[in-house]
């Protein structure tokens, strides 16, 4: 009796084997997902998905096309007008495939919270997604745009916005996991980099341009190209490519053009720390030290010398000094602490913070600061002077 009733386990084991997996999803009743688009129309919540759309079989060892189709739906919450694309479409959405998270520019300008619950509970968004504001357009826009050679614009988003740190290095990367933490952190506001849509000769394509700044749950304003870089020189992590335009008259701005040097930044990295005086006021002490190299130059005149290095080295870290700058005034005109002082200060001063913690965007606003930059040279690269150009 008890070896029939072990035989019965065994093949009660094996039957549930033979039987697969339970949430087994075959491919052609399946379509993968590049991301998600959420906003808002009225008083209705938008939910908007990218999927790829193959076109058709190949023919002759072709490769086949593969087509953007967008997904929209409403209802009164995201959740709900999810669930909503799967009453209309004949395939399964594997949305684990998503990779971008685009918010529209309305939603953003009215409050995050219920977008902050809904990406947070749901098991299929992913952490490591990527996160954008859709600015002066929608995300439906964006995804709709063609944007070769990529099939699908939030495929290319992404490598637009991973590509530019290898060499303009203006624009940080954020993550769900980065926003989601900061926007639940005391003393620390989140930003996202904000996508255009351009046209140029006809041809519409997209752009990163500018950094959204939230404040309590909402857009509150954005930095421009030059605070945008500016922030990144803030930014607590080791900061890695880029390049910083000086002019030897002195002047970025309005400089000859035959005097602009391009330096380029091969490392930097800011320390932020807090200053309480006697008198109980707060001043944040910025310390940048970044070394790079000579990149381009559109003088004549040799800049490696003993005498102008030095001269290189002061105007960038002057410049670099100039764009921290520039984007600690706007972060303190909108009173968005974006930088995570607040957050440093609890650390560092906990008595301190629980007296400011109530009212910190105002004291944030008021905060004095010094800041520092200091920029070496580690070469020139492939010339030990200018390219002699003849007459």
């Not at 001063?349 to 105002?362: F, G, I, K, N, T």
């Amino acid at each position: 009796m008890r070896k029939m009733l072990l035989v019965w386990l065994l093949l009660s084991l094996l039957s549930l084997c033979l039987a697969g997996c339970y949430n087994r999803l075959e491919l052609d009743d399946s379509v993968g997902v590049t991301g998600f688009g959420l906003d808002v129309e009225g008083e209705q919540k938008v939910f908007l998905v990218q999927v790829t759309s193959p076109s058709g079989k190949p023919e002759g060892g072709q490769t086949a096309k593969v087509d953007t189709l967008v997904l929209k739906e409403k209802a009164a919450g995201y959740a709900q007008a999810a669930r909503q694309i799967t009453l209309s479409f004949p395939r399964t959405p594997v949305w684990s495939l998503a990779t971008t998270i685009l918010l529209g520019e309305q939603l953003a300008r009215e409050d995050l919270a219920l977008v902050m619950d809904f990406v947070s509970r749901n098991r299929f968004i992913r952490p490591n997604m990527l996160l954008f504001l859709t600015a002066g357009t929608t995300p439906e826009e964006v995804m709709q745009l063609k944007t070769p050679p990529e099939n699908h614009s939030l495929v290319a988003l992404e490598k637009i916005i991973r590509g530019q740190q290898n060499y303009a290095e203006i624009y940080l990367p954020v993550t769900l996991r980065e926003f989601r933490t900061k926007y639940a952190t005391p003393g620390v506001e989140p930003v996202l980099p904000q996508v255009r849509i351009e046209e140029n000769a006809g041809e519409k394509t997209l752009r990163i341009h500018g950094v959204a700044v939230f404040r309590e749950r909402r857009l509150v304003g954005e930095l421009d190209e030059i605070e945008s870089r500016g922030l990144r020189f803030l930014d607590a992590g080791e900061m890695r490519g880029g390049l910083v335009t000086v002019n030897l008259s002195g002047n970025r701005q309005s400089g000859p053009l035959e005097e602009m040097v391009s330096m380029e930044i091969i490392r930097s990295r800011a320390r932020c720390t807090p200053l309480i005086n006697e008198d109980g006021s707060i001043e944040m002490l910025i310390d940048i030290e970044a070394d790079g190299n000579l990149y381009e130059q559109t003088t004549t005149e040799n800049l490696q010398t003993t005498e102008n290095l030095p001269r290189l080295e002061q105007l960038t870290a002057a410049a670099i000094k100039e764009d921290a700058m520039a984007c600690i005034k706007k972060a303190q005109l909108l009173g968005s602490d974006i930088f995570g002082w607040g957050e440093i200060i609890s650390r560092k001063h906990p008595a301190v913070w629980r007296q400011l913690e109530a009212d910190w965007p105002a004291h944030f606003s008021n905060l004095k600061v010094r800041a520092e930059a200091r920029y070496s040279i580690r070469r020139a690269y492939l010339l030990d002077g200018p390219v002699p150009i003849k007459n």
